[in-house]
């Protein structure tokens, strides 16, 4: 005998595609560039807002799953002994300080990767090195989808 299958109601929100962003906290020094483990590095909402955390793992990796489609920001917390570098920009977005990217569009079922954050051995004085700003409301709008 064949059983028909039941459905619990979703939230239409529930049915669309989720999306992600993630990237790396690299040292870099004028011979090479080696990961950083134990970095966080906080997922901001449109308003500026940590929205959620990841800790970079020993590749020096962090990601961030399961997010609807919106407006983005990463922000690296700086770690002890290191000087802010210039960050890489992976699928879009602004830079507005070493630590920060803003205005990061992520659509349904996006999967940004290559947000770098570079980091320089203190005692260093590389000419990409930029001073932390503040955190910034996003400026871009967003549709909704």
Same mark, same amino acid.
């Given at each position: 005998m064949f059983r028909r299958p039941q459905f619990e109601a979703l939230e239409p929100r529930a049915l669309l595609a989720v999306a992600s962003i993630s990237g790396s906290v690299v040292v870099e020094d004028a011979a090479h560039a080696q990961p950083l483990s134990g970095v966080v590095v906080e997922l901001l909402d449109e308003s500026g807002r940590v929205a959620s955390? +990841?800790?970079t793992d020993g +590749?020096?990796?962090f990601r961030f799953d399961n997010l609807t489609a919106g407006l983005y920001g990463l922000e690296q917390r700086q770690?002890?002994?290191y000087a802010s570098g210039r960050a890489r920009l992976g699928g879009g977005g602004s830079?507005?300080?070493a630590n920060l990217v803003v205005d990061i569009p992520l659509t349904a079922g996006q999967e940004l990767v290559g947000y $770098?954050?570079?980091e320089h051995p203190l005692g260093t004085d590389p000419?990409? $090195?930029t001073p932390s700003g503040d955190r910034p409301v996003f400026t871009t709008v967003v549709p909704p989808v």
């Open positions: 955390s +990841a800790v +590749a020096g990796v770690p002890e002994g830079q507005i300080a $770098t954050f570079v000419a990409n $090195t």
